[in-house]
């Protein structure tokens, strides 16, 4: 992310799954209300990872190509940015 005269420029370089040790390698989820089994779980997950995926390719694409004026308030999304080291987190919110 950069800055320049009022427009930011930013470039999502990673949008995925956390998989972190603690639940990386579940095979189930958590609460499993939907009773979904094992390998429809592990395929969710796919399919997630793959929209994440396309998201970080959409937003660079055609949300952010070019710079965003500030301050960045988009109609489509309810958006905060945190930052911790090297690092800047996008959460958003979209709604209808």
Do not use: C
């Not at 930013?10 to 639940?23: G, S």
């Not at 609460?31 to 970080?56: C, D, H, I, P, W």
């Not at 308030?73 to 709604?95: C, G, L, Q, W, Y």
């Amino acid at each position: 992310m950069e800055t320049h005269n009022d427009i930011v420029n930013i470039t999502v370089t990673d949008n995925k799954i956390k998989m972190d040790a603690q639940f990386g390698g579940r095979q189930a989820p958590i609460r499993n209300n939907v009773k979904m089994l094992n390998n429809e779980y592990r395929e969710y997950l796919t399919q997630f990872g793959f929209s994440a995926f396309q998201m970080q390719h959409w937003l660079n694409n055609d949300i952010f190509k070019g710079g965003v004026k500030f301050p960045y308030r988009p109609d489509e999304f309810i958006t905060n940015i945190a930052f911790s080291d090297k690092a800047a987190h996008m959460m958003f919110v979209i709604e209808a």
